[in-house]
């Protein structure tokens, strides 16, 4: 029984042996064999066996890739399917396969036809830069039939250039394809001692985001953007795609995003061939920006990626990055390079060393000691003896294989020996040779030629097609479309989207925050739902943003039931979802007189009613809210009154107490900014528009919304005064001679566009936005003549004129150079000041240049009544 028992336990510990052993060689086998890209030559397994058996069948002309597939199975012990598609989409890259037929649509996505219907040979830049028998490492494949490449010969940084993506047992690897004719700078710069980066660059083109790309280790992370262009006023174009998307995937998540009413769009098209054309159109009362921005943040229109740069190194996974696997790509490039010299060298040395046998052998006539001779070895010995007076000069000692060669010239040879023929092969093979070996002495100068040498004759339409940028972050609740209506029911204290028999409110996102204030002070801020309770003497309702310091909230509230009343003003930036935050006081029975919500800082004027008393002098005060500091929402506030109020009566309306806006243009992003970011444009208010004017011509008057886009690059882009005149100088074409032309803009939001001459060769020279600047004319020399340059003022030389009139000819001599010289601009005057926070009777603004200022203590207003 125990002899069972102990039999037993050992079965169970081999099973549980041969388990782990069996997952080990099964992951094993995955990553080295599968999913993991050598760091030498860039390929998995069955990518190396494809190009291997391309070059196996290789003859200048196109082979079936059925038959490619076939040949390639002699090597992949896989089936053909996966020999396919890994073909496919070494094709697709197009750079080491010279396709012909239909091999589907990196665009569309559409697949390629079948194997037997498309074609394919190597590209000449695989034959030289992936192949060499001389110097590959060869093993036998799966079955010991034949022999495949260990890793071939490659001598370029194929697998940045390429990219790969595969997964395997407990790792995977996203190594990002990066451009050609960089990942040669790099490799130049490297073998130079220079630092250098690398960042992805896509077939698709598109936007990448590589701020936080850690050099494409894992931990890092990319965005990558469609570009999306205006096409007219109420059609938007995309027409380049981000990585990793097709325009199906794209036009998928845009229908979703408008199914759940993220975006809102009429209808979409796609019209893409050779050229991504995706068409979206929207309604007339939709803005463009802000829904470029919305297909951003809800649809595939932004990707982020997490690169992951795994390889395999000395048969290990290892974690890299991507100037770590460059720097090992070209050190490796150079070892092959020398390896390939060595084995030239050893080639030319050999081929003079038996020419120069040869010329001993015939000019001395050895041939002829040996006519005489009966044996084999006799023959040998004969022609040993005959070379060892003439052997002084060679490289190497005279081996029986030489003689056997020396023994297989044939007497035609012979007879027709030209001795200065002979030593003009000698001489041209020791130019060979010297210079091969002034390359082996200067290794890394000729590595760097033969980068060179690649870029020249292969980068030619490698340049890079996808834009570097920093994007900005887009707030998804500012983008959203407002896809429910909100309702409320006032007397029981719910809120919702469900309450549809209640009164309506707003239209909102359902993403959007909601803020709540009750009659006793409770504030109380919660996410759109179908319903919602808030409690009972529900005051005021709205949308919330964060960090919205515009909005102010005025009050004035009792302490308690019996205590003194409160007036404050404070803003709402920032809370903690449903919690309850007491802005009036603790105290029980505190409730709210009076509350507004100001959306642009108003404050208004309102009429407080005291019951009567006999130790008040007046039963009516009238406060003006914008003598009151913006203060934080926890603060008391300043005394309005002791006495208690019968009411409060709104007198007046209120107007912003806001200063204008200071707004910034970050050219990094290409957006506006109220965050100091970029160049200031000024401060803005109400109908103040900003004025862009691009290369064409074409003047814009934009609003100062944050939410603008200025994709372009632009001439001129700042505050606009209406007043003030633009000047052009521009160049037309057809006639030959530079104009001038000063206009003014209309305030419309209509594209204007001011340049008269559409002749191809037409162009613009200077737009200028400023008084009393002039313009130097350096001209350029006639039949050897030089003229002077002249300075001319432009607001003397010619007058403000229509739009579209054609201006004054500039001068009838041939202009060199213009240089425009313009005053310093003014400081723009503020009309106010922004209160940034306020403690208790102190006030910050946020104009430095200012002092702060005082507020009166809570007792001014307490001093109007007889205590």
Known sequence: MEEQENHHEESLKKVSGLYRDWFLDYASYVILDRAIPSIFDGFKP???????????????????????????????????????????????????????????????????????????????????????????????????????????????????????????????T???????????????????????????????????????????????????????????????????????????????????????????????????????EINIFLNSDVSLDKTIDALYAFTDCEIPISPNACVIVGDKPMFLTVSEILRQNTEHTVSLLKKELEIELHELQENWHFASLERIFIENRIYHD?????????????????????????????????????????????????????????????????????????????AIDY??????????????????????????????????????????????????????????????????FQKDGTMKVVKVE????????IEHVAIWKKNDKRTVYNMIYREGRE??????????????????????????????????????GEAELVTVLLKPNARVRKNKIEIDFSELAIKGRDSKGNLVTKYTIKKVDLKEEGHSTLAPR??????????????????????????????????????????????????????????WKPEQPITCIYFDGEKGIYFIKRFLLENTPNVQNFMPSEHPNSFIENVIVADNSTAELVFAKEKGKEKEPETISID??????????????????????INITMPEPAEEINEGFDVVEATDGHISFIDEDVRDGEFPDEGTIGSLFDE
Request: with cysteine; hydrophobic share 35%; proline share 2%.
């Open 46 to 172: 069955v990518q190396r066996r494809i190009m291997h058996s391309m070059r196996e069948l290789e003859d200048g002309r196109y082979n079936k890739v059925a038959n490619l597939v076939g040949n390639t199975m002699k090597y992949h012990p896989h089936g053909d399917a996966s020999i396919t598609d890994a073909m496919v989409q070494i094709g697709q890259k197009e750079l080491l396969i010279d396709t012909q037929g239909n091999w589907g649509n990196i665009y569309t996505g559409d697949s390629a036809a079948a194997a037997r219907y498309i074609e394919a040979r190597l590209t000449p830049f695989a034959l030289e830069v992936v192949f060499n028998p001389k110097t590959t490492e060869w093993a036998k494949s799966y079955d010991g039939r034949n022999n495949e490449p260990i890793d071939l010969p490659v001598k370029f940084p194929l697998l940045l250039a390429s990219g790969v993506e595969g997964i395997g047992v407990g790792l995977s």
């Open 174 to 276: 996203k190594i990002m394809p990066h451009n050609f004719n960089e990942l040669i700078n790099a490799s130049i710069a490297h073998l130079k001692g220079k630092k250098f980066e690398l960042f992805p660059d896509f077939l698709t083109g598109g936007m990448l985001d590589v701020s936080n790309y850690n050099d494409g280790e894992r931990g890092g992370r990319i965005r990558t953007r469609a570009r999306i262009i205006q096409k007219d006023k109420h059609t938007l174009c995309i027409t380049e795609l981000p990585f990793g998307r097709n325009t199906g995937d794209l036009i998928d998540s845009v229908i979703k995003a408008n199914e759940k009413g993220k975006i809102k769009i009429k209808k979409i098209e796609d019209n893409t061939s050779d050229q991504v």
């Open 370 to 446: 040996i006519e005489e001779v009966k044996t084999w070895e006799e023959v040998i010995s004969t022609i040993d003896e005959g070379l060892k007076p003439h052997t002084k000069n060679l490289l190497r000692a005279v081996t029986e294989e030489d003689i056997l060669r020396l023994t297989e010239i044939r007497i035609k040879r012979i007879s027709r020996f030209d001795l200065d023929k002979f030593k003009e092969n000698l001489l041209a093979l020791e130019g060979k040779i010297e210079q091969v070996k002034h390359h082996l002495a200067n290794l890394i100068a000729y």
């Open 451 to 516: 980068y060179l040498n690649i870029q020249k004759k292969y980068g030619k339409g490698k340049e890079r097609k996808t834009e570097l940028r920093i994007f900005d972050t887009i707030d998804a609740t500012k983008v959203a479309v407002a896809n429910e209506k909100f309702y409320a029911n006032f007397e029981e204290g719910f809120i919702g989207t469900s309450l549809k028999k209640d009164q309506y409110l707003f239209d909102c996102s359902d993403i959007d925050d909601i803020i709540t």
């Open 530 to 537: 179908a319903k919602t309770f808030i409690g009972k003497n």
């Open 563 to 600: 205590g003194p009343y409160y007036m404050k003003r404070f803003s709402v930036t920032g809370v903690t979802r449903n919690t309850d935050y007491k802005l009036a006081s603790d105290a029980k029975g505190s409730e709210m007189l009076y509350f507004s919500a100001n959306p642009n």
């Open 662 to 719: 200071k707004i910034w243009f970050d050219d990094t992003v290409r957006r506006l900014n109220a965050d100091a970011r970029g160049t200031l444009l000024g401060t803005f208010k109400g109908d103040d528009r900003i004025l862009t004017i691009n290369s064409q011509g074409e003047a814009k008057l934009l609003s100062f919304d944050l939410m603008n886009r200025f994709e372009d690059e632009y001439l001129v882009l700042e505050k």
């Open 796 to 817: 003397e030389f010619i007058a403000i004129k229509g739009i579209k009139a054609i201006g004054n000819q500039l001068t009838k001599n041939k202009i060199k150079t």
